[in-house]
């Protein structure tokens, strides 16, 4: 029997600490980070996708960040196609993955090899979808969707036009609901000796941290960054633009509501995202759930934790390392 190789999984809510602590367990057993998150793929979007800076990374190879422009597309299949390499080649030079980030569709695409792709295509009809939504709004297109699949229109957020036309087309061609496609997906058995953290925090904390998040972002120039972005030629409608932050920033320059408007309603749909986030990651295989408060909200109490659990379920020693920041 061939003996599975490593995965480490560092999951959770947006602004929950993720990159820091994956950074860290890089650091410390000879770790490679691969971001599982559907912004920091794109280049130019660093602000509003809250990138882990060239600082932050410790010195740890970090990949899948600013790997296409903003006016490509990105999507699951492409994204586990990337991810594989990226695997094979963190293999090939001895040292252990970590999938790292809280897009739970990249996560899973990966440590279940499944399969999002279409199995049909229909021009016509996705034209049909895209239309419709242009003409009576993507809320309207989204509850077409709650009354065929209300499973997959509760997990899919009205805004992602891309996976809603998804699931309404795999609906009308296949007559089943991707939902339940997605389940049977799910029950596929991981390659890997799987370790899967998913890093929590008590509600009210994370969205204390989510509004600070936000705040810092706008200090540090997200009306800019977009402002940039729409310079260069990416325009309101590609996928990179439906992102938190970057398309309630759009539509404050574009007159729809104040930028005062705008940052509240950043805040509130982060943390409904959180909240989404939540719902998915506790429903995953073999997650072990991680609340800093327990920890006193110090992730190098929470790193000691993870690398017990390492070492005890695959056998992966840390090594003692400096202090990076003395």
């Known amino acids: ?7 480490i999984v560092i999951a959770g809510p947006t602004a929950v600490g993720k990159s820091e602590l994956a950074a860290e ?30 600082e932050e990374m410790l010195g740890v190879p970090h990949h899948l960040i600013d790997v296409v422009e903003p006016t490509e597309e990105m999507d699951v299949t492409r994204y586990a196609e990337l991810a594989q390499k990226a695997l ?11 999938l790292c980030g809280g897009t739970g569709f990249y996560i899973q695409a990966v440590t279940r090899c499944i399969d999002f792709s279409e199995t049909t295509s229909d021009p016509a009809l996705r034209e049909e979808l895209h239309r419709f939504a242009e003409e009576h709004g993507t809320e309207a297109l989204h509850a077409k969707l709650q009354e065929v699949d209300p499973e997959a229109a509760a997990a899919i957020h009205p805004n992602n036009l891309k996976r809603v036309i998804r699931a309404l087309e795999y609906y009308r061609a296949t007559g089943n609901r991707i939902s339940d496609h997605n389940k ?7 390659p890997y000796d799987l370790v899967y ?16 998040r936000v705040d810092f972002m706008m200090e540090e120039g997200l009306a800019d960054e977009v402002a940039f972005l729409r310079a260069m030629g990416v ?9 938190i932050g970057y398309k ?23 943390r409904r995202y959180a909240k989404r986030q939540e719902t998915w990651f506790k429903r ?33 020693e840390a090594e003692e390392v400096g202090n990076p920041y003395e």
Not at 235 to 243: A, R, V
């Open 1 to 7: 029997m061939t003996q599975k190789r490593p995965l």
């Open 25 to 54: 367990l890089g650091r410390r057993i000879h770790g490679e980070v691969i971001s599982a998150d559907s912004m920091q793929v794109y280049r130019h979007m660093d602000i509003g996708s809250a990138k882990v800076t060239l």
């Open 88 to 98: 094979e080649g963190i293999y090939e030079r001895g040292n252990v993955p970590i």
């Open 184 to 190: 049977e997906e799910q029950q596929k058995v991981t």
């Open 197 to 212: 953290i998913f890093l929590d925090d008590e509600r009210d904390v994370l969205y204390k941290r989510i509004d600070r």
């Open 235 to 243: 325009e309101k409608g590609c996928t990179s633009m439906q992102g």
């Open 248 to 270: 309630e920033i759009i539509n404050a320059m574009d007159g729809q509501y104040s930028m005062d408007e705008a940052v509240e309603i950043i805040k509130r749909e982060s």
């Open 284 to 316: 995953e295989q073999g997650v072990i759930r991680i609340m800093r408060g327990d920890y006193q909200n110090d992730t190098f109490r929470i790193l000691d934790h993870v690398l017990d659990i390492i070492k005890e379920r695959l056998g992966i």
